[in-house]
T-cell receptor, first 112, second 111 residues
């Protein structure tokens, strides 16, 4: 069975801190790894990674995938209170098991 | 471009009843997936439809069913509701099934 594990489950930091969120996975027929941010209801797309070792960046957020060690990290630098959210990691598997498997998420709280 | 639209936003039902949730995908998207989200379990995959065909199904009982229409709109149905079905039900659409765009969900409470 496909498995995605995120750590830590929750994290409290102060504005300006840098955080690293972790995601490890075990899936068959790996195709891609995706990160989402969920503030209230609808998760919003952050990154999709398919190639190992290539960093994706968007402003203060960046992510990288290691396909050999089966993990990804999401970095957020100079955190702001608006970064407070649940960050979800998901892995897309193809073949006959065509689906996106989510981890349980990391709850990030950024205090002023 | 309009996003994924789910209706209703909130729903209160009693045990034993059935419920139908609706999802309108982003225009041009042919894949619609459904997820159940609870605080303890996170997002659990229910099923995915592509061009009116169910491509994959998660590990949920047969009380959970879905369908997709020719205009890509999708519905999911839960029959004989149980207390444990209380959850946020999220629908997501994509062009090919990989990069998902989510709706705001339907919050279902079963009393």
């Amino acid at each position: 069975e496909d498995k995605v594990v995120q750590s830590p489950l929750s994290l409290v930091v102060h504005e300006g801190d840098t955080v690293t969120l972790n995601c490890s996975y075990e899936v068959t027929n790996f195709r891609s790894l995706l990160w989402y941010k969920q503030e209230k209801k609808a998760p919003t797309f952050l990154f999709m990674l398919t190639s190992s070792g290539i960093e994706k960046k968007s402003g203060r957020l960046s992510s990288i995938l290691d396909k050999k060690e089966l993990f990804s990290i999401l970095n957020i630098t100079a955190t702001q209170t608006g970064d407070s959210a649940i960050y979800l990691c998901a892995v897309f598997s193809g073949g006959s098991n065509y689906k996106l498997t989510f981890g349980k998420g990391t709850l990030l709280t950024v205090n002023p | 471009k309009a996003g994924v639209t789910q209706t209703p936003r909130y729903l209160i039902k009693t045990r034993g009843q059935q419920v139908t949730l609706s999802c309108s995908p982003i225009s041009g998207h042919r894949s619609v997936s459904w997820y159940q989200q609870t605080p303890g379990q996170g997002l659990q995959f229910l099923f995915e439809y592509f061009s009116e065909t169910q491509r994959n199904k998660g590990n949920f009982p047969g009380r959970f069913s879905g369908r997709q229409f020719s205009n890509s709109r999708s519905e999911m149905n839960v029959s004989t509701l149980e207390l444990g079905d209380s959850a946020l039900y999220l629908c997501a659409s994509s062009f090919s099934g990989e990069k998902l765009f989510f709706g705001s969900g339907t919050q279902l409470s079963v009393l």
